[in-house]
């Protein structure tokens, strides 16, 4: 069954400490996604990427990282730069050239 | 002002109305439009996906695009319990990034 995963479900973060988030597709798709979500404002974009090796900031970039080693792959690493991180994190992913983004059912980070 | 913006409800009707949910954006290029629906602690999930104007039925679900207005809407017919989720309006201006501006979301609660 095709989809996209996201571990863990649910994640805690102490003080000074990096998590990463994990994030895997088996839909054959060229683009992937990281958005941060918060009450009352919707998706931000943090990264994105649309091919192997590749990858772009996108509005909220600041205190995160990513790596695209596979196509299937895209880790978001949460660093200790990012004051604010406690939030529900989406990936998404989709084929490229105007097709609409499929969602995992998300990552919720928490401050220890 | 936001490029996308979108009453946050909530919204209560009974079971069996006709909901009516819209978004209206200020950038002229955005293209493609989409609605998710996103359940508590899930990821959005896509309902309707419309490039340019006009519209698309699928089900009890109808999509409306007035570009000239930059207007559009999501319309449920015979609403269900099942229905109560956060509608998500979404759109981008290029296929080639596939860059989504989200609208906030609307709460919506169909009471049985």
């Known amino acids: 069954d095709g989809g996209i995963t996201q571990s863990p479900k649910y994640l805690f973060r102490k003080e000074g400490q990096n998590v990463t988030l994990s994030c895997e597709q088996n839909?054959?798709?060229?683009?992937m996604y990281w958005y941060r979500q918060d009450p009352g404002q919707g998706l931000r974009l943090i990264y994105y990427s649309q091919i192997v090796n590749d990858f772009q900031k996108g509005d909220i970039a600041e205190g995160y990282s990513v790596s695209r080693e596979k196509k299937e792959s895209f880790p978001l690493t949460v660093t200790s730069a990012q004051k604010n991180p406690t939030a529900f994190y989406l990936c998404a992913s989709t084929h490229t050239g105007g097709q609409p983004q499929h969602f995992g059912d998300g990552t919720r980070l928490s401050i220890l | 002002q936001k490029e996308v913006e979108q009453d946050p409800g909530p919204l209560s009707v009974p079971e069996g109305a006709i909901v009516s949910l819209n978004c209206t954006y200020s950038?002229?290029?955005?293209?493609?439009f989409m609605w998710y629906r996103q359940y508590s602690r899930k990821g959005p999930e896509l309902l309707m996906y419309?490039?340019?104007?006009g519209n698309k039925e699928d089900g009890r679900f109808t999509a409306q695009v007035d570009k000239s207005s930059k207007y559009i809407s999501l319309f449920i017919r015979d609403s269900q319990p099942s229905d109560s989720a956060t509608y998500l309006c979404?759109?981008?201006?290029?296929?080639?990034?596939?860059?989504?501006?989200f609208g906030t979301g609307t709460l919506l609660a169909v009471q049985p």
């Open positions: 839909l054959n798709h060229d683009a």
């Open positions: 950038n002229s290029a955005f293209q493609y």
């Open positions: 979404a759109m981008s201006a290029s296929g080639a990034t596939n860059k989504l501006i």
């Open positions: 419309t490039y340019s104007s």
